[in-house]
């Protein structure tokens, strides 16, 4: 099978393949992209807009293909994938409405004479290295600010969502893009280490695995590119005295059970204080039942199969480990017959660091809950991670959730809710869950030249 392709996860059936790109191919890409830049980054900003809100446009009109795409080639259930396409339309629309207030210069209080800003100006050709878990998302919220910035965008998307790759590409053209400022990549881990190297690229961007974010940021790091890592996560969804057990057990099933667990912020370690343990348990238990595998092309189903068969192994054989060495199965837990990479909602307890699953990511439905004595013992659980992306905590008490959301090593806490994306909302963590942040302001810093103007 070639790197490119489409494999149905329902069936494990090849759809279609694609070619990788010749190392010409790639080195034009990037010399279109640079020629581009000088044109694109000198456009007036009115103009800017107008694109992003034209490709916003273009997404929601061709929603629904783009949402079958996502099923078919990842196994997201359509429902949730119309609801990605309509977070990807928010974000293009937010940085096309804003454009003008997140551009504008800032005046500086200085000491000395004159006056001083600072103008946020682009930087250059950037690079995108993107997942399949939110194939039309992902792309979006690095897309979006950085097509209003002047940058222009070279995108290698995951191996096994090239359809929706070059449906992205596709509209971005259709939208009135100049040749040039987007142009998606069927490209070779050598072929994106070259384009690294380039003194042509300014930046680049990645969401992904640890380990593709440690060879990313050391190819930057050593060719002096700026980079935004978004890596993994095992949030912690804290449960404490005086929560509303009801609220806790419905967004901790959402939480985890979404995208079949497939994503870097689900909730995947649920640490409850003792005194709510047995009510919550059995409200998540029952929560967690409602979440049945089916056909992802169907509008009733909630959880469809994980991304391929691989993934689906990978994760067994973690759940398979945290058993054997004496975990509890409350429900799920087996391997199913049949066709697809299908893995039911799985829930586990008595998790032990002995195990596999108490340090490593679980990226598929397993949910993984612990009973702590104390508010000090959930924090200091739920900060014995390597991971620090995003967290959740649960409870009536206002003082409480704002002291424990201080003390939790996190880049974004939710108090009552777990953490869900939005367009002027920054996205991003701390230790090995990555470096910078995407979305609102913050996000549109991340590749722009902050310059300081300084007038006497």
Not at 100 to 115: F, N, Q
Not at 439 to 454: I, P, Q, T, W, Y
Request: charged share 20%; hydrophobic share 45%.
């Amino acid at each position: 099978m070639k790197k490119y392709a489409t494999v149905d996860p329902t069936s494990g059936q090849v759809v279609q393949e694609f070619d990788t790109m010749t190392d010409a191919d790639v080195a034009d890409a990037l010399a279109r992209s640079a020629t581009a830049y000088r044109r694109w980054q000198s456009q007036d900003l009115t103009e800017r807009r107008s694109l992003l809100q034209r490709i916003a446009d273009l997404h929601r009109q061709h929603s629904v293909e783009l949402a079958k795409l996502m099923t078919l080639e990842m196994g997201k259930p359509i429902s949730q994938a119309k609801a990605e396409v309509e977070l990807s339309v928010s974000i293009y629309e937010y940085y096309a409405r804003n454009g003008e207030e997140l551009l504008a210069d800032e005046e500086l209080t200085i000491a000395g004479a004159g006056r001083a800003l600072v103008r946020t100006a682009s930087i250059g050709p950037l690079l995108g290295v993107m997942p399949w878990n939110f194939p039309y998302y992902q792309v979006a919220r690095f897309v979006a600010p950085n097509l209003l910035l002047g940058n222009t965008i070279l995108l290698k998307h995951a191996s096994n969502c090239p359809q929706q790759a070059l449906s992205i590409a596709d509209l971005i053209t259709a939208a009135g893009a100049p040749d040039g400022l987007y142009q998606n990549l069927f490209a070779t881990s050598a072929q994106i280490a070259d384009v690294i190297a380039s003194p042509l690229l300014q930046g680049v961007s990645l969401t992904g695995s640890e380990k593709a974010g440690s060879a990313i940021g050391a190819l930057a790091g050593q060719y002096m590119k700026k980079c935004v890592l978004e890596l993994g996560g095992s949030d912690p969804l804290l449960v404490l005295a005086a929560a509303d057990i009801k609220k806790a057990a419905s967004a901790a099933a959402s939480g985890r059970f979404g995208n079949a667990g497939q994503a870097c912020t689900s909730s995947k370690r649920l640490i409850v204080e003792e005194s709510v343990w047995e009510p919550f348990v059995a409200a998540f238990l029952e929560k967690a039942a409602e979440w049945q595998a089916g056909d992802p092309m169907s509008i009733d189903t909630r959880l469809g199969p994980m991304s391929s068969y691989q993934a689906r192994t990978e994760l067994a054989e973690q759940v398979d480990d945290a058993i054997a060495k004496g975990a509890t199965v409350h429900q799920g837990g087996v391997v199913p017959d049949g066709p697809g990479a299908y893995y039911p909602a799985t829930v586990l307890s008595g998790v032990t660091p002995d195990m596999r699953a108490y340090r490593e990511e679980l990226f598929g439905p397993v949910a993984v809950l612990y009973r702590v004595a104390s508010v000090d013992e959930a924090i200091d659980l739920a900060n014995d991670s390597p991971f620090g992306l995003g967290s959740a905590v649960f409870t009536e008490d206002q003082e409480l959730a704002a002291d424990a959301a201080n003390r939790l090593e996190v880049g974004m806490v939710g108090i009552n809710t777990t953490i869900k994306s939005a367009p002027d909302l920054p996205f991003g963590g701390v230790k090995t869950s990555g470096i910078g942040r995407e979305l609102g302001k913050f996000g549109l810093n991340e590749f722009a030249n902050k310059k300081l103007v300084r007038i006497i």
